[in-house]
């Protein structure tokens, strides 16, 4: 089960953290990742993060704006979002990966959270 939390409602130029955490079962030797979907669209890649931390993959689209990283010992991911614009508008969901990699597709990934809704206004 994974629980994500942090969304809300923020002027353009504005922060937000995401959470994702899990329970029932270890996310530590697993990659993970946060997809986003904006209503009518195709659910998209976000950031991943490999199993220990020290790879991240971020689709270009948020390069140098938002940074995930992940504490094992609490089973949670996050996502730091800086400087956000009206186009970040959509839900957001964090997954677990089918292995200890960041794959950038959702096919490489096997759980789902219930994703958590971002508004960004202008």
């Known amino acids: 089960q994974l629980q994500a939390s942090g969304g809300g409602l923020v002027q353009a130029g504005g922060s937000l953290t995401l959470s994702c955490s899990a329970s029932r079962r270890t996310i530590s030797n697993n990659g993970m990742a946060w997809f986003r979907q904006a209503p009518g669209e195709e659910r998209e890649f976000v950031a991943a993060?490999?199993?220990?931390?020290?790879?991240?993959n971020y689709a270009d689209s948020v390069k140098g704006r938002f940074a995930i990283s992940r504490d094992n010992a609490k089973n949670t991911v996050y996502l730091q979002m800086n400087s956000l614009k009206t186009e970040d508008t959509a839900v957001y969901y964090c997954a677990t990966a089918l292995g200890t990699g960041a794959p950038v597709v959702p096919s490489g990934y096997r759980y789902w959270g219930q994703g958590t809704q971002v508004t960004v206004s202008s």
């Open positions: 993060i490999s199993w220990s931390g020290g790879f991240t």
